[in-house]
């Protein structure tokens, strides 16, 4: 069973050493995708180890961007280990526009920039995370640029302008081990 919704290698291989109880964690799908599990270990009176891991993605997941959300980065970033880049993309505030537009037309800029921000994403290697209303990350395992990420905010400026706004996009950059030890320092 779990070869058919995972990738074979796709468990950790510390994950025999972990403690008994619940820990999160991201599993390869055939197709690639990385899913949010719950994995439950306990050790059997004899002192086999007992795993039942259950998909729990959807649990994780914005509603409106369909992205992961702050729980879900907080998790991988406990995971990951090495130079990361941690970008961080600030919209402004939309709620003026909600109230005179509707939601609709900001979720679909929204939906669009989670996509452009899913795509590059796959391009570097990276995650991304809806963490807030206005707020988008980025997790990479490679260095990012200003330069790198300039043409992601110029898309997301554009989707923006849509809704009649000067977009200000504000962005920021931190790597591990540079600006924290750990990912999960950032």
Known sequence: AYTRAFHPAGLPA????WADGTHHTRLLTPSGDRRVCRLHLSTLPN????????????YHLDPVTQ???RDALLGDAAQTH??????ALRLPTLRDHRQHLGDAPVDRA?????????????????????????????????????AGLAPLLRRAAQHLSVLGRQPDVC????????????????
């Open 171 to 186: 962005t920021g950059l931190a790597d591990a081990p540079h600006d924290g030890r750990t990912p999960a320092d950032l």
């Open 110 to 146: 929204l939906r669009h920039i989670a996509r452009d921000l899913e795509q590059a994403a796959q391009r570097w290697s990276a995650s991304a995370y809806h963490v807030g209303p206005h707020e988008f990350v980025l997790l990479s395992p490679h260095p990012l640029t200003p």
């Open 82 to 87: 090495g130079v990361t880049t941690l970008a």
């Open 67 to 69: 992205l992961p959300t």
């Open 47 to 58: 002192t086999d180890r007992l795993l039942l891991i259950e998909d729990v993605h959807t």
């Open 14 to 17: 510390p994950v025999t050493t």
